[in-house]
């Protein structure tokens, strides 16, 4: 017993004393005369300060740096540590950022085995706003999402640039280059903005040195660069900014699962583990393909099954997504703080309003937990939503925040992608009705609410850059994607469309081939002879898309029913099959009907909505109603009401 007082008695005191800071040492800052870049590499390329996390690592790449002495001599900026890597042409850098730190130019100074000297000048900025300030994507957002090289080419300049893997652009080949740019988003945000559209996700936009198929954007080669053929990252600060302007967000596609496999540093990696399989990929560096590579084997659900063997989970997070895209081993810690400051970089640089995150459930599900907290302890009013392409709406759950996982996981993320309920919004229009079909799939559907933690966090969607366009999984039935759409922006979550939907772009050449799905969008190239922009040359089917879509999406961006409101839905019956949104203020009826004919509804059914006598307006023809007995149905099709009729 006494020795436990004594243990606990040592165990306060070292809490004390870790308290208790130390007088920070007066440093004489040396002034910055002239900025030195003689280092091939320093990454990040510069740093903040006031940071909850005071701590940042640098990468520094150079040759045979690993035997150099680095010195900081800048008030509030010390070296806690310095690590060597297993190739001598790296050094890491551990720095504290004290809160006494101000913004400006420093020098590192590398003295080398000969005695001589490299310099490297860095930089800490002052963050431009808050961190409380860094607004999220929630329910209220309808956000667009842009595959770039298909969406606008606005500088044909950039188009082919010199000494990349992959040249030319060729309109004709599905998987070559097309020219679109990030400046070609940017010239079209009044369009995006009108559609009614409040937050822009376009795939990434880093360099992509590829030798083929590098318009895609998922296979970096630089996490640090914006890839020349999409611009410059003042052009996409300037899209940041000028979407900021209009009271809309930014959400960047982040990668932390895998890299490209052109990357700079797969011809000299730093460390024997910095990749999975990397003995296994060095052995064999000059005949590496697919035969070769040992890639996922994509079970998922090793992640959360208890009777999972190691060796499915290992092939599942360790094997590789394919034979170019080099899985990163995040179990290294080295590998760890380069994704979680790459991604906080980003939020910083461009004052993001968001991030996906590409292949969720392929990385080391523990830093996952780890890259989300970081990111979400600096911003605490973020948002991060990630890809888990899973039918099971358990699987889907498990990784959003506040989900009381059995085996205890906390995920820290925001957001999942609800591939479950795109599924089943496809099959409940696409089946006869039945008992067990049609309509009912869709209220089932919504049903597994249940087993989420925040469904209106969730991130819905029909169709997107890896799954078949929604009007080709309808057979070019336009009422059918009508009714999807509308009941996709009336749910319970945050609604993404890809884009081209609004004019009804399809793949029905060659359903589910990604080439195909990433269509250019009309009017983006000059001498287009359709401008889905303008109107130009578009379809009476398309034209009355885009008004439906624009009608929708601008009422929603008012309507607290829709973004906040309590969600009751009625069992489908007679091939109708209603939603209702409702605060104390507003109240949304959305009505699907799959009848042909004409049909008329007992509206003694939803007494409980407490309608009754009330006027509703339609938001697509803005006629008005009175709640009373029945409601006529006119033709097959989705209407939706509002007592909103101002």
């Known amino acids: 017993m006494k020795v436990l007082k004594i243990l606990v008695i040592v165990i306060c005191f070292g809490v004390l004393s870790c308290k208790e800071e130390t007088p920070e040492k007066k440093v004489v800052s040396e002034i910055v005369t002239e900025i030195r870049n003689d280092i091939q590499r320093v990454e990040p390329p510069n740093w903040w300060i006031g940071f909850k996390n005071q701590s940042v690592q640098l990468l520094v790449k150079h040759p045979n740096i690993g035997n150099a002495t680095p010195k900081i001599s800048y008030q509030g900026v010390s070296i806690t540590k310095i690590h060597k890597a297993d190739s001598p042409n790296y050094l890491f850098l551990d720095l504290k950022i004290s809160k006494t730190a101000k913004a400006g130019q420093f020098n590192i100074r590398f003295k080398l085995e000969d005695d001589s000297e490299r310099v490297q000048t860095y930089e800490l900025k002052s963050r431009e706003k808050p961190a409380e300030d860094y607004i999220g994507f929630d329910s209220s957002d309808a956000i667009y999402l842009i595959t770039p090289d298909r969406f606008a080419n606005a500088n044909p300049k950039n188009d082919e640039v010199k000494g990349l893997l992959q040249q030319g652009i060729d309109r004709a080949d599905d998987y070559a280059r097309h020219g679109g740019d990030i400046q070609g988003i940017t010239e079209h945000l009044d369009y995006i903005d009108d559609i009614g559209f409040t937050a822009v996700w376009p795939c990434p936009v880093l360099t992509n040195d590829m030798p083929s198929g590098s318009y895609h954007g998922y296979a970096m080669t630089d996490f640090y660069e914006v890839d020349p053929r999409f611009g410059t990252i003042e052009e996409y600060r300037k899209l940041a900014d000028d979407l900021r302007s209009r009271d809309m ?149 498990y990784w959003q925040e506040g989900q009381k996982n059995k085996d205890g996981y906390e995920s820290n993320l925001k957001s999942t992608m609800d591939f479950a309920m795109q599924k089943n919004i496809v099959d409940a229009l696409n089946e006869e009705e039945s008992w067990d079909k049609g309509l009912v799939k869709m209220y089932e559907g919504l049903a597994n609410d249940f087993a989420y933690a925040s469904p209106k966090d969730i991130m819905a969607f029909l169709d997107n850059h890896d799954k078949s366009r929604v009007y080709t999984e309808f057979d070019g039935d336009l009422t059918k994607t009508k009714m999807a759409l509308s009941y996709l922006l009336m749910m319970p979550r945050i609604p993404q469309i890809y884009y081209g939907t609004e004019i009804l772009m399809d793949d029905f050449d060659n359903p589910g081939d990604h080439g195909l799905i990433r269509t250019d969008f009309p009017g983006g190239w000059e001498g287009d002879a359709i401008n889905a922009f303008t109107g130009e040359g578009l379809s009476d089917a398309q034209k009355e898309m885009q008004s439906f879509l624009k009608k929708i999406l601008n009422f929603r961006k008012t309507s607290d029913a829709i973004h906040n409101g309590k969600t009751v839905h009625f069992a489908p019956q007679d091939g109708v099959y209603v939603l209702v949104r409702m605060t104390e203020n507003e109240a949304i009826v959305h009505i699907i009907n799959k009848n042909e004919e004409p049909l008329e509804i007992d509206l003694e059914r939803f007494e409980e909505l407490e309608l009754k006598e009330k006027t509703l307006k339609n938001i697509i023809s803005d006629e008005t109603l009175i709640w009373n007995t029945t409601l006529k149905l006119n033709q097959k099709g989705s209407v939706i009401l509002t007592t909103k009729t101002n």
Not at 293 to 307: E, F
Not at 343 to 364: A, C, F, K, M, N
């Open 249 to 397: 967000k930014l959400i960047m596609d982040q990668v932390a699962n895998h890299c490209g496999l052109q990357h700079w540093w797969m011809t000299d990696l730093p460390f024997k583990d910095w990749i999975n399989y990397q003995e296994l990929y060095e052995e064999n560096i000059d005949n590496w393909d697919w035969k070769v590579t040992k890639t996922s084997n994509h079970r998922r659900t090793t992640n959360q099954d208890p009777y999972a063997s190691k060796k499915d989970h290992q092939e599942m997070a360790d094997g590789w997504f394919v034979s170019d895209m080099p899985d990163l081993n995040q179990r290294n810690p080295f590998v760890a703080n380069y994704i979680i400051q790459n991604s906080i970089w980003w939020v910083e640089t461009l004052g993001l309003g968001g991030i996906r995150q590409d292949t969720y459930p392929y990385s080391e599900k523990e830093f996952m937990r780890n890259w989300a907290g970081a990111i979400m302890n600096e911003y605490p009013n973020f948002s991060i939503v990630g890809e888990e392409w899973s039918y099971n709406p358990l699987l889907i759950g």
